[in-house]
């Protein structure tokens, strides 16, 4: 079955530390990765999906297949990155329905 | 452009009520979708309507849950009875027509309360 874990419930850091969020997910094909943010008291948004291959704000994913992984990395990160992030999967060809992790809070500290 | 809209934003209800939550698109989108957050979990796929045909309806949960979308435009998700589980928050997503491969625009949710 497809799974997305996202293993850090919550990550803290200063303002212009490196930030990495972990996203693996379990997948026999090729799927579609996206990160989703939600900031505070605003709604679910996407911030970045794999095939774009983009940086936006700041952060980048790779997709490495053989880890299985999409990490979100920003090099110096900002007060305004504290948000929740959701890494989610989308089969191809499928109903293009997205499957979560479980969401990682980010809290950047000035 | 108008984005997703939801109501009602908040509902408070005991167990055993029903309750309807009403998702309006953004006007042109055929994809809807509808997903729940339960408190502590990870967002889940409930259903996914193209036009007003449910395309996959393999996220419900159980019986207790019945999405329409009359016309092709809005939809509502009702819940009846409801229980103490299906509290969480519920959010409606669009997408543009004609495939299932472009971005999905959220509402700001409902978060349902079952007492």
């Known amino acids: 079955a497809q799974r997305v874990t996202q293993p850090e419930k919550l990550l803290s850091v200063f303002k212009g530390a490196p930030v990495e969020l972990k996203c693996n997910y379990s997948?026999?094909?090729?799927?579609?990765l996206f990160w989703y943010v939600q900031y505070s008291r605003q709604r679910l948004q996407l911030l970045l999906r794999?095939?774009s291959r983009e940086s936006i704000k700041g952060f980048t994913a790779d997709l490495n297949k053989g880890e299985t992984s999409f990490h979100l990395k920003k090099p110096f990160a900002q007060e305004e990155d504290s948000a929740m992030y959701y890494c989610?999967?989308?089969?191809?060809?499928?109903?293009?329905?997205?499957?979560f992790g479980q969401g990682t809070t980010l809290q950047v500290k000035p | 452009e108008a984005g997703v809209t939801q109501f009602p934003s908040h509902s408070v209800i005991e167990k055993g009520q029903t309750v309807t939550l009403r998702c309006d698109p953004i006007?042109?989108?055929?994809?809807l979708y509808w997903y729940r957050r339960v408190m502590g979990k990870e967002i889940k796929f409930l259903l996914h309507?193209?036009?007003?045909?449910?395309?996959?309806e393999s996220g419900m949960p159980n019986n207790r849950f019945l999405a329409e979308r009359t016309g092709g435009t809005y939809s509502t998700l009702k819940v009846q009875p409801a229980e103490l589980e299906d509290s969480g928050v519920y959010f409606c997503?669009?997408?543009?027509?004609?495939?299932?491969?472009?971005?999905?625009?959220f509402g700001p949710g409902t978060r349902l309360t079952v007492l």
């Open positions: 997503a669009s997408s543009r027509p004609p495939g299932v491969y472009n971005e999905q625009f």
């Open positions: 997948y026999s094909g090729s799927p579609e």
């Open positions: 794999h095939i």
């Open positions: 989610a999967l989308r089969r191809p060809g499928n109903t293009g329905k997205l499957i």
């Open positions: 006007s042109g989108h055929d994809n």
């Open positions: 309507f193209v036009k007003e045909s449910k395309q996959d």
